[in-house]
């Protein structure tokens, strides 16, 4: 029952949701790791917020290391802040963080940088990340005007690399998007995984909040079990 939370952009809300994911899979009794493999962007002791708020929600102890293996000072696409940092993302470093967390959680939820297919290399990117790790995707789609073409490409995305798409959640960007309905049910009646959850509009955000706005049922099909069990 481990996931990849991907997004239809940068800053759609997906460690947001990956929090929300850890909190509604807690409250089922299960121990849940969250990662965040690669992250551009960290404060004065090299720790990325979006890493340390992963961590939070987590209930296990893990290493910020086997949270966030790669981290980057400058907040600019990954590759290009590891070349800055002189540097170069190892996949292989980052799966082996995952085995360790995989190994002490039920559940361990990956949220990747940026969008589906971000470069991570010269060679690679984060589409390549997700097939090597074996992992369905939830995409997180950020409710703004747009969002059905991203939504759609992204789809279109997974699907040509072979990779399981286990849901997608309405995340509200936009407090007076106009038609949020029928946006969504354009996209409910276009996307072949199920909608997770519409998650309202928040000026504070609270991945706690939003985590009972989620529903994780259908995620049992993907993981052949149910949550509580």
Not at 31 to 39: D, I, L, N, S, T
Not at 145 to 157: D, S
Request: with cysteine; net charge negative; glycine share 8%.
């Amino acid at each position: 029952m481990n996931y990849f939370v991907t997004g239809t952009d940068t800053g759609v809300g997906k460690t947001l949701i990956s929090c929300a994911l850890l909190h509604a899979f807690a409250a089922q009794g299960l121990r849940v790791a969250g990662m965040k493999p690669v992250a551009a962007g960290c404060d004065e002791d090299e720790h990325n917020e979006d890493a340390n708020k992963l961590r939070a929600a987590s209930n296990i102890m893990a290493s910020y290391g086997q949270v966030n293996p790669c981290c980057f000072p400058y907040p600019v696409a990954p590759h290009i802040a590891a070349r800055n940092a002189g540097a170069r993302i190892d996949l292989s470093r980052i799966l082996t963080s995952y085995h360790e967390l995989a190994s002490q959680a039920d559940v361990v939820v990956v949220e990747g940088v940026g969008g589906f297919m971000v470069p991570l290399n010269e060679r690679q990117d984060s589409a390549d990340l997700v097939r090597q790790m074996e992992l369905p995707v939830i995409l997180v789609v950020g409710m703004r005007l747009g969002c059905i073409n991203h939504a759609l490409l992204t789809a279109e995305a997974i699907a040509a690399r072979g990779v399981k798409f286990a849901g997608w959640v309405a995340n509200v960007l936009d407090a007076n998007m106009a038609v949020l309905r029928d946006n969504i049910a354009a996209l409910e009646q276009r996307l072949t995984a199920p909608l997770l959850g519409v998650v309202g509009y928040q000026a504070q955000p609270d991945a706690r909040v939003m985590a009972m706005q989620l529903n994780i049922e259908p995620l049992s099909t993907v993981a052949g079990k149910s949550p509580d069990k």
